[in-house]
């Protein structure tokens, strides 16, 4: 038996050895040599400080930023997380969004859903809308949209609330990607943005628009997929081109 085993035991070793240690070593090696930036995690640096990676999103939530795509990762471009939302798009809970309670048993949104996302689209980047109950009635003390009324509202199954853009929305400025960390977005929504990015900045919206093209991923090897922004490059050329003042 020992004579039998003997043979498997040493190519189990040898082959451990060449592929666990010896071949990751190469490589790693051989990246970051040739790639040395890419196999660092693709990290942006700004005035010798990290200030993310070119390969993941991050929540910008600030007028005078461009906004990212919706996460699905954790609470957001998690990348310990990361994934879609695995709902279909008859869901209900992908259209209308749902609620919960909280440890201090306080309603606090569960998932937004994209009808939400619509209506914060709509109102950030003033896009005309059509709603079936004015959303003044929505609103906090603070004047602010207050989600979890909002949800309910949609949810209401004797009079939904019925909300619609009047323009057209680009569908990554209101749906996650698979894996929840995107960190570019499609050129028009970046447009549409641009206005709002601009007002916050006080400059003009065609001042901000000729930045888009700067931040902008053509298409790989000239045909595969879609030219796309990122997030964050744009958002720091922003920053250096129109700072905001203190």
Do not use: W
């Not at 609470?75 to 879609?84: E, R, V």
């Not at 209308?96 to 859903?113: A, L, P, Q, S, Y």
């Not at 790989?220 to 490059?233: A, S, T, W, Y």
């Amino acid at each position: 038996m020992l004579k039998e085993l003997g043979p498997g035991l040493r190519l189990t070793i040898i082959f451990t050895v060449l592929t666990g240690l010896l071949y990751p070593a190469v490589m790693t090696g051989v990246s970051e040599l040739i790639f040395p930036k890419q196999a660092n995690g693709s990290l942006i640096t700004v005035n010798g400080k990290v200030v993310g990676s070119a390969l993941i999103g991050q929540p910008f939530a600030k007028p005078e930023y461009f906004h990212p795509r919706p996460s699905a990762a954790g609470n957001g471009y998690d990348a310990t997380a990361s994934g879609g939302s695995n709902l279909g798009p008859t869901s209900a809970k992908l259209l209308r969004g749902t609620i919960k309670m909280d440890d201090k048993k306080n309603e606090i949104v569960d998932f937004d859903g994209i009808n939400l996302r619509i209506v914060h689209y709509c109102v950030d980047n003033d896009i005309p809308y059509e709603s079936s109950v004015p959303l003044d009635q929505f609103k906090d003390s603070h004047g602010d949209l207050d989600d979890v009324k909002l949800i309910k509202a949609f949810n209401d199954d004797k009079a939904p609330l019925l909300f619609s853009s009047k323009a057209s929305i680009p569908p990554d400025a209101v749906t996650a990607s698979a894996s929840g960390l995107d960190p570019h977005i499609s050129p028009a929504n970046a447009e549409t943005q641009s206005s709002r990015v601009a007002k916050a900045r006080g400059v003009s919206a065609d001042q901000v628009k000729k930045l888009i093209p700067q931040s902008t991923d053509r298409a790989d090897l000239g045909f595969l997929g879609e030219p796309r922004v990122n997030v964050l490059m744009l958002n720091i050329a922003v920053d250096q081109k129109f700072p905001v003042s203190k």
